[in-house]
């Protein structure tokens, strides 16, 4: 089983960026696809990035694509959110989780305590 840990979130205006590191216990990390999901206050946890074991492929969902960008480094079992142009309705907890595609879309495990990111106006 592979334990994650979030770290980088804080507080940055809008238009800011931040980047959200994660980091894995174990070196199986290799062998997972690694993501990313945030729950706003009030709401229901929201899937936004999946990056394939290998690290080649990446999906983002629509709310982040284009300013969001993932990255991994294997030498280090962790992976990256380099997150740009943030706006208020960025603000969240962010997760990294396992992930794989599911009938339903992107589906989520074994996430880690999370980090807050808070946008202001």
């Known amino acids: 089983q592979v334990q994650l840990v979030e770290s980088g979130g804080g507080l940055v205006q809008a238009g800011g960026s931040l980047r959200l590191s994660c980091a894995a216990s174990?070196?199986?990390?290799?062998?997972?696809?690694i993501g990313w999901l945030r729950q706003a206050p009030g709401k229901e946890r929201e899937g936004i990035v999946c990056?394939?074991?290998?690290?080649?492929?990446?999906w983002y969902g629509d709310s982040v694509k284009g300013r969001f960008a993932n990255s991994r480094d294997h030498s280090k079992n962790s992976v990256y959110l380099q997150m740009n142009s943030l706006t208020p309705e960025d603000t969240a907890i962010y997760y990294c989780?396992?992930?794989?595609?599911?009938?339903?879309?992107?589906?989520?495990?074994?996430w880690g305590q999370g980090t807050q990111v808070t946008v202001s106006s």
């Open positions: 989780a396992k992930c794989w595609a599911g009938v339903n879309g992107y589906e989520y495990e074994d």
């Open positions: 174990a070196r199986t990390f290799d062998y997972y696809a």
């Open positions: 990056h394939s074991s290998s690290g080649a492929n990446a």
